[in-house]
C-alpha cells in the first residue's frame, strides 16, 4: 500500500499524502488482489536445500503485476476524488458549500437550523470527503462506491444527496439539538453515520435527487453545480 501512495505522490506532482487517501486505496487493494489468485509454490530444491518461503520469479512478477492493476485503478479512481485531498481544501470546501445549497433546497427549516450550530456543515466532512467508507462495513462500501461510479449521469454528487436523505431521515433529532451547540451536533453526527446501512443511503440518494431535481424543474430549471 505504501508502494503505491508513494507512486501515486511522485507522478501527481499537485498533491502530496494526505489522511484518507489510504481509505480510497484499501478497497481496491483487497477487492484486486485476491483476483491475482494464490502464489506460486516455490521449488524445494533437492535434499530440502532450497529457502523455506522464498518468493519464486513468478510470484514476484505476480506481485509487480496485481501492484500495476492496483495502481492504475486508484489512478483513474483520484481523478474523480482527488479534489477532496488537496492541501487547501478548496474541493472539500466547494463539495460542503454543495451539499449546504442541497439542503436548504430541500428542507429550508433543518437548514437552518444546522446552521445555527455549524455554518459550514463540518460535521459532514467525513461523510463527503470518504464517501461514507467509514460508516459502512468494508462489503457495504464497495456496494456503495459501485453504485455511485455506476451511475451515467450525476453519480459524482450522488454521495451528496445520501447525506441529504441521511440528515433529513433524523430531521426531529436535529431539530430537537440545542441551536448553537456544536458539540451536541457533531456527537449526534457521528451516532447516525455509525448506525446508518448501505441500502439506506443508496436508496435516500437516488430519492433525493429525484425530488430536488423536480424541484429544481418547478423553480425554473436552475442547477447547482458541483
Given at each position: 500500500m505504501a508502494d503505491i501512495l508513494n507512486v501515486y505522490a511522485t507522478h501527481n506532482g499537485g498533491l502530496r499524502y494526505c489522511q484518507g487517501m489510504a481509505d480510497v486505496l484499501a478497497p481496491l487493494?483487497?477487492?484486486?488482489?485476491p483476483a491475482a489468485?494464490?502464489?506460486?509454490?516455490?521449488?524445494?530444491?533437492?535434499?530440502?536445500?532450497?529457502?523455506?518461503?522464498?518468493p519464486s520469479p513468478a510470484d514476484a512478477d505476480s506481485v509487480?503485476?496485481?501492484?500495476?492493476?492496483?495502481?492504475?485503478?486508484?489512478t483513474h479512481l483520484m481523478r474523480r476524488l482527488s479534489a477532496n485531498f488537496r492541501v487547501d481544501q478548496s474541493g472539500?470546501?466547494?463539495?460542503?458549500?454543495?451539499?449546504?445549497?442541497?439542503l436548504a433546497l430541500s428542507d429550508p427549516p433543518l437548514a437552518a437550523h444546522l446552521a445555527a450550530s455549524d455554518e459550514e456543515l463540518h460535521v459532514c466532512f467525513r461523510w463527503?470527503?470518504?464517501?461514507?467508507?467509514r460508516?459502512?462495513?468494508?462489503?457495504?462500501?464497495?456496494?456503495?462506491?459501485?453504485v455511485l461510479w455506476a451511475r451515467?449521469?450525476?453519480?459524482?454528487?450522488?454521495h451528496l444527496y445520501a447525506a441529504v436523505g441521511l440528515l433529513r431521515a433524523h430531521r426531529g433529532g436535529l431539530l430537537a439539538l440545542p441551536r448553537g451547540r456544536f458539540d451536541c451536533l457533531l456527537r449526534f453526527?457521528?451516532?447516525?453515520?455509525?448506525?446508518v446501512g448501505v441500502d439506506f443511503l443508496i436508496g435516500a440518494a437516488e430519492a433525493e435527487a429525484s425530488r430536488l431535481a423536480a424541484v429544481l424543474r418547478e423553480q425554473g430549471g436552475r442547477r447547482y453545480e458541483g
Amino acid at each position: 500500500m505504501a508502494d503505491i501512495l508513494n507512486v501515486y505522490a511522485t507522478h501527481n506532482g499537485g498533491l502530496r499524502y494526505c489522511q484518507g487517501m489510504a481509505d480510497v486505496l484499501a478497497p481496491l487493494l483487497v477487492s484486486i488482489a485476491p483476483a491475482a489468485g494464490p502464489p506460486a509454490a516455490s521449488p524445494s530444491g533437492g535434499g530440502g536445500g532450497g529457502v523455506r518461503g522464498a518468493p519464486s520469479p513468478a510470484d514476484a512478477d505476480s506481485v509487480t503485476r496485481t501492484a500495476a492493476v492496483v495502481y492504475a485503478a486508484y489512478t483513474h479512481l483520484m481523478r474523480r476524488l482527488s479534489a477532496n485531498f488537496r492541501v487547501d481544501q478548496s474541493g472539500l470546501a466547494s463539495q460542503l458549500t454543495l451539499l449546504r445549497r442541497l439542503l436548504a433546497l430541500s428542507d429550508p427549516p433543518l437548514a437552518a437550523h444546522l446552521a445555527a450550530s455549524d455554518e459550514e456543515l463540518h460535521v459532514c466532512f467525513r461523510w463527503v470527503m470518504l464517501q461514507f467508507k467509514r460508516e459502512l462495513p468494508f462489503a457495504a462500501t464497495c456496494r456503495l462506491w459501485e453504485v455511485l461510479w455506476a451511475r451515467p449521469e450525476g453519480g459524482e454528487r450522488l454521495h451528496l444527496y445520501a447525506a441529504v436523505g441521511l440528515l433529513r431521515a433524523h430531521r426531529g433529532g436535529l431539530l430537537a439539538l440545542p441551536r448553537g451547540r456544536f458539540d451536541c451536533l457533531l456527537r449526534f453526527i457521528n451516532d447516525v453515520g455509525g448506525r446508518v446501512g448501505v441500502d439506506f443511503l443508496i436508496g435516500a440518494a437516488e430519492a433525493e435527487a429525484s425530488r430536488l431535481a423536480a424541484v429544481l424543474r418547478e423553480q425554473g430549471g436552475r442547477r447547482y453545480e458541483g
